[in-house]
Structure formats: structure tokens, C-alpha cells
């Protein structure tokens, strides 16, 4: 069975910078897209940043602050965050889709979700 693990939330003030992961464990052939979404209290959850074999795409507001990448050796992705605003508090989502493993593909999967809190 394949899960997605994220780590690096917590609490980091105005300015600041984390740097979320998202491994994908399992017996996994290939996955075609990871990618972060987060969900701010009250409102719907939102893409921040995905990276396929077709590229790489940011949300118009994280562009320049934030930036993905991906260890497909490691089925790891990561989201360096940079120049943090109190808007940006949210739970931030790991998501991966196409996953192909020795027995089944999968369409979809999503993280537990980890906290980032932007506050002085």
C-alpha cells in the first residue's frame, strides 16, 4: 500500500522560511505528478505547486517565494518556502497522482496534511 508522509510544518515568523517533504512509501514503479495544496481555516483548499513530466506549475501568489522540487529516486518532493507571510498559514496537503505499483495504479493520493503557522 502507498502513502504519502509529509514533514517540516510548524511554526515560523514573518519573513521566514521551512521546507515542507512529501515521500511517497511503497513499491512504487513510477508516479506522474506530486504536488502541494494547502487549506487555510475557513476557506477551500487550494493548489500551491505541482511538478510533472510536463513541468513545474506555481500558484500566482506563491510564484518567486516558493519553489518544488522532486527526488524521483527517492519518490520524495519537496517545497522550499521562502519570504513567509501570516497569509500563508494553512495546513499544506502532499498529493500525487498516476501511481503505478507492482499490483495497482492508483489515481489519486493525498498527505495527512502538515501545519505551517506564519505569526511574529
Known amino acids: 500500500q502507498v502513502q504519502l508522509v509529509e514533514s517540516g510544518g510548524g511554526l515560523v515568523r514573518p519573513g521566514g522560511s521551512l521546507r515542507l517533504s512529501c515521500a511517497a512509501s511503497g513499491n512504487i514503479f513510477s508516479i506522474n505528478t506530486m504536488g502541494w495544496y494547502r487549506q487555510a481555516p475557513g476557506k477551500e483548499r487550494e493548489l500551491v505547486a505541482r511538478?510533472?513530466?510536463?513541468?513545474?506549475n506555481y500558484a500566482d501568489s506563491m510564484r518567486g517565494r516558493f519553489t518544488i522540487s522532486r527526488d524521483n529516486a527517492k519518490n520524495t518532493v519537496y517545497l522550499q518556502t521562502n519570504s513567509l507571510k501570516p497569509e500563508d498559514t494553512a495546513v499544506y496537503y502532499c498529493?500525487?497522482?498516476?501511481?503505478?505499483?507492482?499490483?495497482?495504479?492508483?489515481?489519486?493520493?493525498w498527505g495527512q496534511g502538515t501545519l505551517v503557522t506564519v505569526s511574529s
Open positions: 498529493h500525487a497522482a498516476l501511481i503505478r505499483t507492482p499490483l495497482k495504479y492508483y489515481g489519486e493520493l
Open positions: 511538478i510533472g513530466i510536463g513541468g513545474t
